[in-house]
């Protein structure tokens, strides 16, 4: 989604066909174990030879404790080395008891993208990618509506009326996402609608109300993992207006008997992990 500073970060070797799609995407930097030659030569060529590249060392272990200074204060913590495992979702509370293997890598995937983002933090899932992530609020339910709000987004991009956009030659990988994304959000000033007119050669009409809605009550089976416990079924309700059916969070909390009756409410599966995920 970002048009400037994006890395690509692999786990795994990098081949030819991964720097092939990385030719056409917005990428500064890209990070991994190792790369064939042909790949290698390829990435070489990125933004004219000055695509940064770098090589890991697959066997590095961090240290233990990390540290932070802050304002000549030193404070030291444990690293969070937490193994990330189907373990985590096997305490299930709710009448419904079923999670089926497409969710649980959904959850996995969520679990994953939650150990290394800014606390607090939540994450929508499907598909085996992340939709939705809302990190680093003061609050738990305003996590829960940025990363709705963001899965609410992707799934409008699904909407046919995007496959069908006629944009007018010329125009940029990143100018023809931010007219998607102009097509969804209509909250424009009067300049921002005139620039995102001249993107297209017939504007699109743009969804009613109505129409979102019903749109959006098509997105459905989504995963949804919190870094801590939900303290309010107000975070419950909001997910389930995006679809969500999974979900993982710590537990523990003093309204857990509020939080479970929300999820058996709207017919959910969760599971309390009993782990934090807090990154600082």
């Known amino acids: 989604m970002s048009s400037f500073g994006d890395c690509a970060a692999f786990s795994d070797r990098v081949d030819v066909t991964v720097a092939n799609l990385l030719k056409k995407e917005v990428s500064d930097i890209i990070v991994a174990p190792g790369y064939d030659e042909d790949a290698l030569t390829l990435l070489k060529k990125k933004k004219n030879g000055k695509y940064l590249i770098i090589e890991i060392d697959p066997d590095y272990i961090p240290d233990p404790i990390e540290t932070r200074?802050?304002?000549?204060?030193?404070?030291e913590q444990d690293r969070n080395d937490v193994e990330i495992?189907?373990?985590?979702f096997k305490n299930i509370v709710t009448t419904q008891q079923i999670i089926p293997d497409n969710a649980k890598r959904d959850l996995l995937v969520a679990l994953i993208t939650l150990k290394y983002t800014q606390s607090n933090s939540v994450c929508f899932?499907?598909?085996g990618q992340t939709i939705g992530v809302g990190a680093g609020q003061q609050s738990r339910i305003h996590c829960?509506?940025?990363?709705?709000?963001?899965?609410?987004?992707?799934?409008?991009r699904q909407h046919p009326i995007v496959h069908q956009m006629d944009f007018r030659a010329g125009i940029s990988r990143s100018e023809v996402n931010n007219a998607i994304d102009g097509w969804i959000n209509e909250d424009f000033t009067l300049a921002e609608e005139k620039q995102w007119t001249q993107y297209f050669n017939?504007?699109?009409?743009?969804?009613t109300k109505t129409e979102k809605q019903n749109w959006l009550r098509g997105l459905k089976d989504v995963s949804y993992v919190s870094d801590a416990f939900l303290p309010f079924r107000d975070n419950i309700d909001r997910a389930a207006q995006s679809g969500v059916r999974y979900l993982v969070q710590t537990g523990n909390s003093l309204r857990d008997d509020q939080v479970i009756e929300a999820a058996n409410e709207n017919g959910m599966v969760m599971a309390n992990s009993g782990i934090r995920l807090f990154h600082h």
């Open 69 to 75: 200074s802050v304002f000549g204060i030193t404070m």
């Open 85 to 88: 495992s189907e373990e985590l």
């Open 125 to 127: 899932a499907l598909d």
């Open 144 to 156: 829960t509506r940025l990363a709705a709000g963001k899965a609410d987004n992707w799934w409008l």
């Open 202 to 207: 017939v504007v699109p009409d743009r969804l």
